[in-house]
């Protein structure tokens, strides 16, 4: 009895005249002067083929590697075609910098905030104090040391701001996960993470300027696209 896959050998590939069925969904097809593989399948009753190459590029062990994995996905309920356009698309994804992320959460975010002067002083403040450090990693490379060395040397004596600076760069990072840039843990979350590093900012004493302390200068709102450079 023939087997259900696999059932073409490579001269019989190399010869073919017509189009030849592997099994297990794997088809040659003759188009023209060329020989092409073709995964054809059905799925919520609707007949549907998936190309993987032209041969010889493609060879008749490589195309069955392809089909496995694509009968693989069918078993699971996944599309092969939508699947294969999804880590197309995941690929061609550009992982930003932190600095592009920020300045790209600000455009966003700007027209829900309260005033411009939120904006500026959004940007005043990563500009200052995270940039330096991670501005240019990309957020996937951004870890809870980075933030740490942001926090650190701040946040007793300018307590209020090194809690601004935090809470600004979990959300930068918040908005970089929902966009699919970067998956798992936020190393700027503060409960569970940085909490159990740093004392409660209304249990610091703040000793700087008298208890009070100096804000930075906010950058001009005209400025914040220059936030990438």
Known sequence: ????????????VKNAKKNLNDGG??????RRNTKVWAFRY????????????SYPTISLAEAR??????RKWLKSGIDPLDEVRRIEAESKRVIPTFTSAAARFILTNRHQWKNRKHAKQWVATLRT????????????EVTTE???????P?????TETAKRVQGRIERVMDWATAMKFR???NPARWKGNLDMIYPAPNKVKRTNNAGTEKHHSAMPYTDVPNFYS
């Open 42 to 53: 059905t799925l919520n009753g609707k007949a549907r083929k998936a190309g993987l190459g």
């Open 146 to 152: 980075d933030v740490q060395k942001i926090l650190s």
């Open 154 to 158: 701040i946040w007793n004596s300018k």
């Open 65 to 70: 590697d392809t089909a496995v994995q694509y």
């Open 1 to 12: 009895m023939a087997k259900s896959i696999e059932r073409l050998t490579d001269r019989q």
């Open 25 to 30: 969904n794997l088809w040659l097809l003759l």
């Open 183 to 185: 998956a798992g843990d």
């Open 129 to 140: 104090y995270a940039k330096p450090v991670m501005g240019d990693k990309l957020v996937t």
